[in-house]
T-cell receptor, first 114, second 112 residues
Framework: DAKTTQPNSMESNEEEPVHLPCNHS???????IHWYRQLPSQGPEYVIH???SNVNNRMASLAIAEDRKSSTLILHRATLRDAAVYYC???????????????FGKGTKLSVKP | SQTIHQWPATLVQPVGSPLSLECTVE??????LYWYRQAAGRGLQLLFY??????ISSEVPQNLSASRPQDRQFILSSKKLLLSDSGFYLC???????????FGDGTRLSIL
């Protein structure tokens, strides 16, 4: 499976935008880019996913580089409740033998300061 | 709407005792089901997944087993727990392999 690289930790101020980077230089043409986040002592929560085009939803935006070797999760206005570990995951989109399973790395721990 | 339930929320078991964790999903049919484990300070590791009743795939060799006796029920078991089985166990479901996975609140298992 293609791997992703994320910074171990990032800090942000409340109500400011946050840009969480992810590198995936070995991404294949059928891999979707998924983002999940995990708040302390909770299960992961789906945030957003995309293939080639930028995506927006009520939680965040996903900016995907033209060569797809990197992407950025954008939280437009960070709140204290956004403090979590954010995982960038590549997921097979062609029904490969792993059934499109999620491979979680260590993620980026985001701290939000009031 | 769909919901996922896991129980118990916390569990303390002695080494060598059996284990049974249950996960049920409501509001959908024929979901894909998953069991993950998260050891302290580490990322999530996929243990088992199931695409239908009685169909279980194991991702890593281990002391645990999984069963799916009903469409929306997924059970994680062990006959004899080891200290290394401690961790945070999470159940998840998805509509199919390309859709997002939705996680339960997890069971924190401590082995003494």
């Amino acid at each position: 499976d293609a791997k992703t690289t994320q910074p171990n930790s990032m800090e942000s101020n409340e109500e400011e935008p946050v840009h969480l980077p992810c590198n995936h230089s070995t991404i294949s043409g059928t891999d979707y880019i998924h983002w999940y986040r995990q708040l302390p002592s909770q299960g992961p929560e789906y945030v957003i996913h995309g293939l080639t085009s930028n995506v927006n939803n009520r939680m965040a935006s996903l900016a995907i580089a033209e060569d797809r070797k990197s992407s950025t999760l954008i939280l437009h206005r960070a709140t204290l409740r956004d403090a979590a570990v954010y995982y960038c995951i590549l997921r097979e989109g062609n029904y490969g033998g792993s059934q499109g399973n999620l491979i979680f790395g260590k993620g980026t721990k985001l701290s939000v300061k009031p | 709407s769909q919901t996922i339930h896991q129980w118990p929320a916390t569990l303390v078991q002695p080494v060598g005792s059996p284990l049974s964790l249950e996960c049920t999903v409501e509001g959908t049919s024929n979901p894909n089901l998953y069991w993950y484990r998260q050891a302290a300070g580490r990322g999530l590791q996929l243990l088992f997944y199931s695409v239908g009743i009685g169909q279980i795939s194991s991702e890593v060799p281990q002391n645990l087993s999984a069963s799916r006796p009903q469409d929306r029920q997924f059970i994680l078991s062990s006959k004899k727990l080891l200290l290394s089985d401690s961790g945070f166990y999470l159940c998840a479901w998805s509509i199919d392999t390309n859709q997002p996975q939705h996680f339960g609140d997890g069971t924190r298992l401590s082995i003494l």
